[in-house]
C-alpha cells in the first residue's frame, strides 16, 4: 500500500531544487569565467554576491510558481498513470508526464512569446531548458515517503559545495584549463589592430608603426571615457618576456607616451592592452587584431 502523496511536500521539493539547481548554475558560470579573458573592465564581486544574496526570494518566488505551473500537474498525471495501469512499466510510463505538460505548455509560451515579438527558435530553446530543469524537480519530487526534503537539501548542498571545490582544485592544479594570455611574437603583431573607436595601430614586419586616433589615456580614466587621440609614426618592439604574463610590445612614436602594451586575448583573437583607471583597478583599454579574411 502506497503511502499518500502530499502535494504540499513536492511542491516544496521542487521549489528547493529549483533554487539548487541555480546556485550550482552560479558556480559553474564562476568557474568558466575563470578560464575565459578578462573583461576590459573587470567585474565588481562585492556588488554581484549582493545582488545575488538580494534575488535570492526572487529565485525562490519563480522557483514556486514554475513549479505550481508544471511541476504539481506532472507529478499528479504521474500518479494517475500508475493508478491507471497498475504495473511495473506504468512507473516507466510515468516518466512521460514531465514532457507531456511540457508539450501541453508549450502553445501558449510560443503564443506568448509571439506576442512580445520574441524569436521563436530562441524561445523554444528556452523552454526546451526548462523543460529539462523542471523535469529533475519533478523526477525528484516523485518518490513517496518521510526524509524527502532533508536528502534532497543534504545532498544538493553537497553537490553545489562539490562543485566549487573540485572546480577551485581543479583550477589550482591545472585539470580545468585556467586563463593564461597567447604566446604571440612578431608574426603575429604585423598587420593592423584596433580598438572600439576604429582607431589603429598598424604594425610592419621592419618594425614600423603606424597610428591613428589610438587613445593615450590618464591615471583615473574609464575605457570608455574619451581620451586624446593619438596619431603618427614610429617604431616597435617584441619582447617575450620571462613567461606569458610578462610578454610586452613596445611602441615608441614621439606624439603617443603610451607604456609597454600588455598581451591578452585568445590565440585566434589576441589583444594588446594598456591599463587605465587607478592602479590595480584592472580596467583595461584594448586593441583587436583585425582579421586576415576579407
Excluded at 29 to 41: C, E, I, R, S
Excluded at 236 to 250: H, I, L
Amino acid at each position: 500500500m502506497h503511502q499518500k502523496r502530499s502535494y504540499g511536500r513536492v511542491l516544496v521539493v521542487s521549489t528547493l531544487v529549483g533554487c539548487l539547481e541555480v546556485a550550482l548554475t552560479a558556480v559553474v558560470v564562476l568557474l568558466y569565467v575563470q578560464t575565459q579573458p578578462p573583461p576590459d573592465t573587470p567585474p565588481d564581486w562585492a556588488a554581484i554576491a549582493g545582488s545575488l544574496v538580494a534575488l535570492t526570494p526572487l529565485v525562490g518566488l519563480v522557483s514556486f510558481l514554475l513549479s505550481l505551473v508544471f511541476v504539481l500537474p506532472a507529478v499528479a498525471l504521474a500518479d494517475l498513470i500508475v493508478r491507471g495501469l497498475r504495473n511495473r512499466a506504468a512507473r516507466w510510463a510515468a516518466l512521460a508526464a514531465p514532457p507531456v505538460v511540457a508539450a501541453l505548455l508549450a502553445p501558449p509560451v510560443l503564443i506568448f512569446a509571439t506576442y512580445n515579438d520574441t524569436e521563436t527558435g530562441s524561445t523554444l530553446l528556452f523552454w526546451a531548458s526548462a523543460t529539462a530543469s523542471l523535469s529533475l524537480g519533478a523526477l525528484i519530487a516523485l518518490p513517496r515517503g518521510e526524509g524527502l526534503l532533508r536528502r534532497v537539501a543534504l545532498w544538493g548542498a553537497a553537490v553545489v559545495a562539490g562543485t566549487a571545490v573540485s572546480g577551485a582544485l581543479g583550477l589550482a592544479v591545472g585539470l580545468l584549463p585556467a586563463y593564461e594570455p597567447p604566446r604571440i611574437g612578431p608574426e603575429t603583431m604585423t598587420g593592423t589592430w584596433t580598438d572600439h573607436t576604429s582607431g589603429t595601430l598598424v604594425f610592419a614586419a621592419d618594425g614600423r608603426v603606424e597610428a591613428s586616433g589610438v587613445g593615450v589615456h590618464r591615471p583615473g580614466d574609464h575605457p570608455d571615457d574619451p581620451s586624446r587621440r593619438c596619431s603618427g609614426s614610429g617604431t616597435w618592439a617584441y619582447e617575450p618576456g620571462r613567461d606569458v604574463w610578462s610578454q610586452e610590445v613596445r611602441v615608441e612614436i614621439p606624439e603617443c607616451p603610451w607604456q609597454a602594451w600588455g598581451v591578452d586575448g585568445t590565440g585566434q583573437e589576441p589583444r594588446i592592452s594598456q591599463a587605465v583607471g587607478d592602479p590595480g583597478s584592472g580596467q583595461l583599454y584594448r586593441l583587436r587584431k583585425a582579421s586576415d579574411r576579407p
